[in-house]
């Protein structure tokens, strides 16, 4: 997906070269039309410019070229003034200045834009199901917004806490699939402790390794298998779920149970992932207990596998209702 995405952007990128070559050359012929003086002085520079990348080839003295340049530069800039347009209507246009649009810095070694690694990540994250949330990340983690009072039963603060968890699971997303605990993550807790915004957090980690990542309310991944397994239209979007890098499933336990059909095809889709050697991060408001008479001990004892899972439980008060 990523790589799909990366060469959409680079043809666009492309699109944009030419489109700010066919502006520049319009412009041109514009000005040349009004002032053939400023169509001389524009060719007279292109030579120069090309005399002078000869002489560097060969070796020659370039002699005082910066200077030519600079009196043609002024030349041209008074000249469009003079006829009424900005002194730069003839400079190159660029959506970026600094790639020039290219999409890519450096020499000798290239590395991607700023610009285009935005957007790859703006893609990304709206391909992931992330859309809307990008800017949820480790960075903009803020840890004031934790009570910093005692919970007597932690002995510790809830800013400490999840200053820890925080530390723990950028661990997790930073180092998966070389971590022990490879089957995946399950963050527990009460509404409004912070574990969706945890789970954008570690997608964004991820999708930056340039893992292949989906993110899903619980409701939405129920709804997938239950098309997978009633028609094959809904087949490609199954197979995304079993098959990408790292599945997030947020607010498991909030679909409705239909029948046995939830408890197996979750049990399916778990196992499935497993086998695959691909994790799962889970987000879910019920407790172990909860876990268990909701989805049998079958599901429950993988999740809650403290050997392949890290286990992740966030106490506290909710911070959404202190203002
Ligand atoms: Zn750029």
Redesign the pocket.
Known sequence: MRREILDQLRSEYEAQRRENDRLFFARRAEVEQKSPEIGRLMDGRQQLIFSSIRSMISGQHTGDVEEQMAEMNRKIRTGLQEIGYSPDYLEPQYR?P??QDT?YVGDPVREM????QRELSRRLCREAGLSGQEEQSYETFDLSVFPDTQIPQLGMTQREEMDYIRDRTLQWVQHYPDVREASGVLLCGASGLGKTFLMHCMAKVLLDRGMQVMIFSSFKAQDIMRKAYFSRDGQSDMDMLLDCDVLLIDDFGTEPLLDNVTVTQFFNLINERQTRRKACIFSTNLTPKNLRDRYTERIASRMLDARSMLLIELRGEDVRRRA
């Open positions: 970026c600094i790639c999409g834009c700023q610009c285009m």
